[in-house]
């Protein structure tokens, strides 16, 4: 059984950072890209970054957010710094197995950024 568990959202300031984590069972992890995606209220959901086993990173948006990934944990985390309120959303781990069209989705962590 696969399965992607997010943790770290909550409220956070503008200006402040959020570190996300997504720990994931049930795949062999090291054949995965791993991402994060983005909801926002009303409005599709969309890429925030990916990273492969081997570390390459592509964002949709470079500068405040860093991917990164322990293979020896099973687990990858995003680095949010200088939050804006237009950053409120849940945020979504999706792991795509290289080569193919399978694919998983974590339940999504809540991020509101409020003052």
């Known amino acids: 059984q696969v399965q992607l568990v997010e943790a770290g959202g909550g409220l956070v300031q503008p200006g402040g950072s959020l570190r996300l984590s997504c720990a994931a069972s049930?795949?062999?992890?090291?054949?995965?890209?791993m991402g994060w995606y983005r909801q926002a209220p009303g409005k599709q959901r969309e890429l925030v970054a990916t990273?492969?086993?081997?570390?390459r990173t592509n964002y949709a948006d470079s500068g405040r957010f860093t991917i990164s990934r322990d293979n020896a944990k099973n687990t990858v985390y995003l680095q949010m710094n200088s939050l804006k309120p237009e950053d409120t959303a849940v945020y979504y781990c999706?792991?795509?197995?290289?080569?193919?069209?399978?694919?998983?989705w974590g339940q999504g962590t809540q991020v509101t950024v409020s003052s």
């Open positions: 049930g795949i062999f992890f090291s054949s995965y890209i």
């Open positions: 990273i492969t086993s081997g570390g």
């Open positions: 999706h792991a795509r197995r290289v080569g193919t069209l399978s694919n998983y």
